[in-house]
């Protein structure tokens, strides 16, 4: 099943999303397909269409070998966290330095040299 409108800006496939009601009739082999189906369906429409909250995550949901809790962290709170975890412990980028700092960076750091082009003499 393609994705609704709302979804599809992530994916172009329909996740499920069960509530208990539907939970319980999934997980019931009395319940055919078709009824479960359509109830979680309903279901979704009804209670999940405009209270989904869109967070972009980090390349370990691509992977079912990671069953860690970084899956449901924010792409930006999990490149924060390797950041520590790594030599980034030990840099800044300078975007988050305070303005006194960057302007302790910026006298620090020596300016880039010139690239002097040399002319040619012409023949």
């Known amino acids: 099943m393609g994705a609704n409108e709302v979804v599809s800006r992530v994916h172009h496939r329909q996740p499920v999303f069960l509530d208990a009601k539907t939970r319980e009739m999934w997980l019931d082999p009395k319940h055919s397909f078709k009824d ?6 309903g279901s979704q429409v009804a209670r999940f269409g405009d209270h ?7 390349h ?3 992977s079912i070998r990671n069953q860690t809790r970084d899956c449901i962290l924010s792409r ?14 030990f840099f800044k980028k300078v975007s988050d330095l305070s303005e006194e700092e960057k302007k302790e ?3 620090k750091t020596p300016e880039k040299p010139k690239i002097i082009k040399p002319v040619r003499e012409e023949e």
Request: glycine letters at 6%; a negative charge; one cysteine or more.
């Open 52 to 58: 989904l909250e869109y967070v972009e995550v980090s």
């Open 76 to 89: 930006e709170d999990y490149d924060a966290k390797q950041l520590q975890l790594g030599l980034g412990r």
């Open 105 to 107: 960076y910026k006298a």
């Open 60 to 62: 370990l949901v691509n």
């Open 36 to 41: 479960c189906f359509n109830a979680i369906l």
